[in-house]
């Protein structure tokens, strides 16, 4: 990075040292600064010009040697160090050019001319010397020679006949040759290997388009990648190359690094993904299908399927098997657990199986040969579920190639069987407890509904997919004395208990009143009074209505209830009528009767509210669908029955709430009875 030589020169006697103050004033005059060093007291003195050389402020250096080499580039402060210290052992005239940085950020050539004087013993006690500002003497080409001397890049200049007219230093170190032994030798007997390379290729494409050409190539001799640079020229070629093992290293472990944290972090989304997709998961068969769409989404399954234990313990049973051929689904919907595979040995054993090819599974399973053909498969893992201390069941899934299972991807499983065990215990119970509640609603509605000739009288109840607690929807039907037919359905607010036995007062109730001949509106009149008696804070909304099947008079009220539905041929609308407050409210207007005719081949529908609301949809937005339901012309609700139309107006989807419907046909107008 600096040039400097050293020449021996006799030792200068005293009065010839003084001079140097005395000829301070001419070089000034010729831009050169005057410096002193003491080399006995490490006290440097520094002239105005030659420390603005330096980019200092004259009052402001500290005349110390360190505050000098400060300023010296740090890849010249090595070579200015070590003339200094030659100098100093051998007396007699240096000189040296360097680099400096100043404050203002700008880079300056500073060339230095001096001696050393020795004491009579031959011990250093002084320097002095001169300095001036070379930057804008130095030519062109001696600029580049310098450069080339001193970058960090190994830089070669070839003639036109590939002969290696100069070489920097770095060159011959990246080289593994000296200066000497490269320059004047012909590129192809020196490196004969990179004949035929891109390395050829690149000098020649160089030469032919007369651009600049740059490549990354791998050397063997030298057992390295370098990056090249070839810039064409009349004269020849100027090559830059440096070696870039470390920066590809370090690009490739930076790679790693950034794919390892990508497939950590979509992992760790794919595994929230999952426990969301779980937790929402309230049957075996939401939990079969959330883990066949998270795994063939992260690991690429072709298939993955939940198997649970059999109450005895004695088998294993697929929940489902959708997308394997049916001589598989026929074999392995059951696995009894004396059956030796891989799903029944990860359950007995306790511990994920791995197979990444056919050949491990059929080491171990050779009597399967005939189950792998047929199901295509060539990769497998079965692992299986534990909660506590029970194994629930088992996980398996297979892809269509060969794998490998990365740690990451062990991981990954081992945690999706944890959670999935989880999500099973919680369907089961689910399960349990949806059928407890489902039994004991049903208790409390009407076991039969009358049979009147001339009518078709059905009704469904469906509970809540979402909510295990007993509801307050509610439906009755029932013949009174004089003939005619009482007809309600209705809605508790809340759930659970509580609610269940003001649902089951309110039924017994509504039959009292309306077997004493009280109307619609003074049954709900009196149930009023009946809940608030209750004092328990809740509420209901109703429809009761009384039919008579000689006239098709119906006489109906409305307590906040959705208004029912009457379908007359091709059309249908809403009982239109006062609706008062619901059922515990109390209300200044009271209730009152309403009255129509219901005609023959007319359908009348009454539902509770589970019917028609949606999440974030307004309530008028499901009128509009029931309704739509029941005219499109596709649907049959005479021939369909209730569940139908419930599933058609839902969509089949979850259910936040129950569900009563309550609906009559009427044909003819006959005599009625019971059964």
């Known amino acids: 990075m600096t040039d400097a030589t050293i020449e021996p020169e006799p030792v ?43 980019g200092f402020d004259p009052a402001e250096f500290d005349g110390t040697l360190s505050a000098f080499l400060s300023r010296i580039h740090p890849e010249d402060q090595p070579d200015v160090a070590a003339g200094i210290q030659e100098a100093l052992g051998r007396g007699g005239a240096f000189h040296t050019e360097f680099r400096v940085q100043r404050p203002d950020g700008t880079t300056a050539w500073i060339q230095g001319r001096g001696r050393a004087v020795l004491n009579a013993d031959g011990l250093p006690v002084r320097m002095i010397g001169v300095g001036a500002d070379t930057t804008e003497l130095r030519t062109t080409r001696e600029q580049l020679g310098r450069t080339l001397a001193h970058i960090s890049d190994g830089v070669v200049l070839l003639d036109r006949s590939w002969t290696i007219a100069f070489a920097n230093s770095r060159a011959a170190r990246i080289l593994q040759r000296s200066v000497d032994d490269l320059v004047g030798q012909s590129v192809r007997d020196v490196f004969p290997d990179v004949i035929g390379t891109e390395f050829s290729s690149g000098i020649r494409a160089a030469i032919r388009t007369q651009e600049t050409y740059i490549f990354e190539a791998y050397y063997g001799p030298l057992d390295g990648w370098f990056e090249v640079r070839v810039h064409p020229s009349p004269s020849g070629l100027t090559v830059y190359f440096q070696d870039v093992n470390e920066r590809r290293e370090r690009a490739a472990a930076q790679e790693k690094l950034v794919v390892e944290l990508e497939t950590a972090l979509r992992r760790q989304a794919d595994l929230q993904s999952l426990v969301a997709a ?60 004396r059956v030796s595979s891989a799903l029944t040995d990860a359950v007995r054993f306790r511990r994920a199986l791995y197979h990444a090819n056919r050949a491990e599974l059929l080491d171990a399973y050779p009597h399967l040969q005939r189950t792998v053909e047929v199901a295509g498969s060539h990769a497998w893992v079965s692992i299986p579920m534990v909660s506590g201390r029970q194994v629930v069941g088992a996980l398996s899934m297979s892809w269509d190639i060969e794998r490998t299972f990365t740690p990451e991807d062990r991981a990954f499983i081992s945690t999706l069987a944890a959670q999935c065990a989880q999500a099973v215990e919680r369907a089961q119970l689910f399960a349990r407890q949806a059928d407890v509640a489902d039994t004991l609603q049903r208790a409390m509605l009407p076991e039969d509904l009358p049979l009147v000739e001339g009518l078709d009288i059905s009704a469904c109840y469906l509970s809540a997919k979402t909510d295990l607690s007993i509801g307050g929807d509610w439906y009755d039907a029932f013949m009174l004395e004089d003939g005619r037919l009482a007809l309600a359905v209705g809605d508790v607010s809340g759930h659970g208990l509580t609610a269940a036995t003001v649902m089951g007062r309110l039924r017994n109730g509504l039959r009292a009143y309306l077997i004493e001949e009280h109307s619609p509106a003074a049954t709900l009149t009196k149930l009023d009074a009946m809940v608030e008696l209750e004092g328990r804070g809740l509420f209901a909304t109703a429809v009761v209505a009384v039919y008579d099947p000689r006239s098709g008079e119906l006489v109906w009220s409305n307590a906040g209830h959705p208004p029912p539905l009457l379908l007359a041929g091709e059309g249908a609308r809403y009982l239109e009528g006062h609706v008062g407050a619901p059922v515990g409210v109390g209300g200044p207007d009271g209730h009152r009767d309403e009255r129509i005719v219901v005609r023959s081949g007319e359908v009348l529908i009454a539902f509770t509210d589970g019917l028609i609301e949606r999440r ?39 259910r936040a709430d129950d569900v009563c419907v309550l609906m009559l046909h009427r044909r003819r107008a006959v005599a009625a009875g019971t059964r």
Not at 292 to 318: C, E, I, P, S, W
Not at 621 to 643: K, M, Q
């Open 616 to 654: 974030r949809e307004h309530l008028d937005e499901g009128f509009a669908r029931l309704r739509a339901a029941v005219t499109d012309g596709s649907f049959d609700i005479v021939a369909e029955g209730c569940e139908a139309l419930v599933h058609r107006v839902t969509d089949g989807g979850d």
């Open 12 to 54: 200068a006697p005293d009065d010839q040292v003084g001079t140097a103050g005395r000829a301070a004033d001419a070089l000034r005059a010729a831009g050169m600064g005057v410096w002193d060093w003491n080399v006995v007291t490490g006290e440097l003195i520094w002239d105005e010009q030659i420390a603005r050389l330096h």
């Open 278 to 337: 779980l937790a929402e998961s309230l049957t075996i068969q939401e939990v079969a299908a959330a883990v066949l769409d998270q795994t063939h989404r992260t690991l690429g399954t072709d298939y993955a399927g939940v198997a649970l234990m059999n109450d005895d313990k004695q088998a294993l049973r697929f929940v489902t098997l959708e997308g394997l051929p049916a001589e598989t689904v026929e074999q392995w919907g059951e696995v009894p657990m």
